[in-house]
């Protein structure tokens, strides 16, 4: 008999709904998932319905929970919801959960089902607390490790999303290589550059008003898309923690941002004219808002001797080159902003070896789809051939057509089949605990902030 299960969505939006439910329907076919359920809030009905009918797919039910506004952002009516959820256990022994809410929420979620023994997946930030209406980092740390020991009592299979882990070209052709050469030759990872460069342009009002990545609550491009390069980062610091294995190491940042505040500032009067935001009185934008823009050194040590093992930087910028020129968000266009990807990764062995990579999203004209922009990945690999005589003294390869979002879908495959490896719930303990240093990092900006790797 296959032990097949019942996937429950809490959280249901175009990017599921456009990326995620071919997975979810290949899963059906293969007999793994025996049919899903969607559980949202009121008030999401019209849009949902509509994003079902584009998908093949049917939910074989969907609920919609009463919700009140809170400090937090929102509060739903826990009655409602644990009676949903109690009858799908009841009907489902089998139950699978993945969490796709607004990050602020995914605590609440989280908490709930992993203390049941229920296999969750959570989309990323796997948790972004909050206090009085605000972002609370420094409680990330302690809440991931009680998360997780969950998963010591129960031994459910936990997993979150993200792009890197299972990318054809982040992970196998940059991660692997760089991690078998760290392996082999035992030389470590010197330095690690990671820039992101995002063309997110969102106007003072809807700064104030939008509840999908929102800034009003005291975080922003770190807990929105920037995650992704956290986790690149942490992927291969671990690979240093394991080469020093039995040396304590510690991780320092040094962090400045931009945020809302300084928009006005930051773009200049013949932008903001062409999509018509002049901010006005009414606008907040305070010093309390998130961050648009960061820039963040990172240097990690031995503890013992105080000796420089690697150098960086993460840089995640939003107020970069976009293809935003419209004043009003477009009903129903998934890229509301006006973004456009350009990421740089580099990272070097020693003297040994070097690689960098760069994805660049390819717009054509003013009349370009603006959902479907064209990504290409050119990978660039340096070897000491003295060192490494097998290798080519330079390499590079160019990749088109990429589609990053493939990496997510594996996890999302690979969870429903019990077969994820990589992205473990457990092993992003050390990812949330570097975005909560960078987090603490940043309200103190030029002040060192230190974590033990």
């Not at 930051?266 to 823009?293: A, K, M, V």
Request: glycine share 6%.
């Amino acid at each position: 008999m296959t032990n097949n299960c019942h996937l429950l969505i809490v959280g249901f939006d175009e990017i599921v709904a456009n990326k995620y439910m071919e997975v979810v329907l290949k899963c059906i076919q293969e007999g793994i998932v025996s049919g899903y359920s969607i559980i949202d809030l009121c008030g999401q009905e019209r849009r949902i319905e509509k994003w079902i009918g584009e998908t093949e797919a049917k939910p074989d039910a969907c609920y919609y929970m009463p919700y009140s506004a809170c400090k937090n952002g929102i509060k739903i009516d826990e009655q409602s919801f644990k009676r949903i959820v109690f009858q799908l256990i009841d009907k489902n022994m089998n139950l699978k959960v993945y969490i796709a809410t607004e990050a602020s929420s995914h605590e609440y979620y989280l908490r709930f089902f992993m203390s049941k023994g229920i296999s969750v997946l959570s989309e990323k930030p796997v948790i972004c607390p909050m206090k009085d209406g605000q972002f609370d980092p420094i409680r990330i740390t302690p809440i991931m490790k009680e998360l997780c020991t969950y998963l010591n009592i129960y031994h459910n299979r936990c997993s979150v999303m993200n792009f890197d882990r299972y990318h054809k070209l982040f992970y196998d052709k940059v991660y692997e290589p760089v991690k078998r050469l760290v392996d082999t030759e035992g030389s470590p990872i010197t330095s690690i550059h990671i820039k992101q460069c995002g063309g997110v342009w969102n106007t003072h009002k809807e700064f104030d008003t939008r509840t999908d990545h929102p800034y009003k609550y005291g975080y922003g491009m770190l807990m929105h898309g920037g995650y992704h390069y956290i986790d690149l980062a942490a992927q291969f610091l671990k690979i240093n923690k394991d080469l020093y294995a039995n040396i304590p190491l510690s991780l320092s940042f040094v962090t400045y941002m931009a945020n809302p505040m300084d928009q006005e500032s930051r773009i200049g009067s013949s932008p903001s004219n062409l999509i018509n935001d002049i901010r006005t009185e009414n606008d907040l934008c305070g010093p309390g808002y998130g961050e648009t823009d960061f820039v963040t050194i990172l240097k990690l040590s031995n503890m013992n001797t105080h000796a420089v093992i690697t150098l960086g930087s993460i840089c995640l910028e939003q107020t970069t080159t976009s293809i935003r020129n419209w004043e009003i968000i477009p009903e129903g266009q998934y890229n509301k902003n006006g973004r456009v990807s350009d990421i740089e990764l580099d990272v070097s062995v020693s003297v040994v070896h070097r690689t960098h990579l760069h994805s660049y999203d390819m717009p054509t004209n003013i009349a370009c789809n603006v959902d479907s922009l064209k990504t290409n990945v050119r990978i660039s690999t340096w070897n000491n051939i003295s060192l490494l005589p097998e290798e080519n003294a330079y390499e590079e390869k160019e990749f088109c057509n990429i589609h990053h979002s493939d990496g997510n879908k594996q996890v999302l495959y690979k969870w429903l089949h019990n077969d994820d490896n990589r992205s473990t719930f457990e092993s992003h303990l050390l990812t949330m605990e570097m975005v909560q240093s960078i987090a603490l990092s940043m309200k103190q900006p030029g002040k060192e902030i230190r974590m033990v790797l």
